[in-house]
């Protein structure tokens, strides 16, 4: 187990002035693991106004509106490969007499793959299933074209609109929001 020392220093004024950034220093108490730094805000009034991440000082109300819209994609996403799962294993079934790399080149083809050679032959060894090594959100048009039920792919082409929206949400939140570089001496 790694013990931190932490040692905090005020390293400038918070937005209102009032008072003041903090930056605490954690180091390890051995050689192998990192150093590492913290910031936050010592003031009531900023504390209930903005938000500490890394080296950036953001308004809570724009950090919270980045937040919803990306917990409403992942939720989305995750009912659309729930929902996909059976689909997506039974088209990639075909392809379990062919070699791994066979099995890999097809996802990728599709560009629904998110792991390498090594790691899919590791997994599919263990018997996972082609829908924990694949991405079908990736490819919206074969993913609703392998889904034979018409009422789940109805389910599935609504989410698909929920994540595209919820995206598109973050990206609009994401450009309008401003920060405050903390600065390091």
């Known amino acids: 187990m790694v013990n931190y020392e932490t040692s905090d220093r005020e390293i400038g004024a918070c937005p209102c002035g009032k008072g003041k950034v903090i930056a605490s220093f954690h180091t390890p108490d ?6 590492y730094t913290t910031y936050r805000l010592a003031c009531a009034d900023c504390n209930a106004k903005f938000v500490v991440e890394r080296e950036h000082i953001y308004s809570s109300n724009e950090y919270e509106a ?9 939720a989305a996403t995750m009912k659309v490969h729930e929902l996909a799962a ?3 294993d039974a088209y990639f079934e075909r392809f379990t007499d062919e070699p ?3 099995q890999l080149r097809q996802m990728k083809l599709l560009k629904v793959a998110t792991v390498n050679i090594d790691k899919f032959r590791k997994e ?3 018997g996972t299933a082609f829908s924990k090594l694949s991405r079908p959100i990736n490819n919206p048009t074969w993913l609703l074209s392998v889904v034979t039920d018409h009422a789940i792919q109805k389910q599935i082409a609504d989410l698909l609109d929920v994540v595209g929206n919820a995206d598109a949400e973050e990206e609009k939140a994401k450009s309008a929001m401003t920060s ?3 600065a390091v001496s």
């Open 86 to 88: 059976p689909y997506v």
């Open 66 to 74: 980045i937040e919803a819209a990306s917990k409403k994609s992942i």
């Open 30 to 35: 051995n050689a192998w693991s990192r150093n």
């Open 100 to 102: 791994k790399t066979e």
């Open 180 to 182: 405050i570089r903390i």
């Open 124 to 126: 599919r060894k263990w």
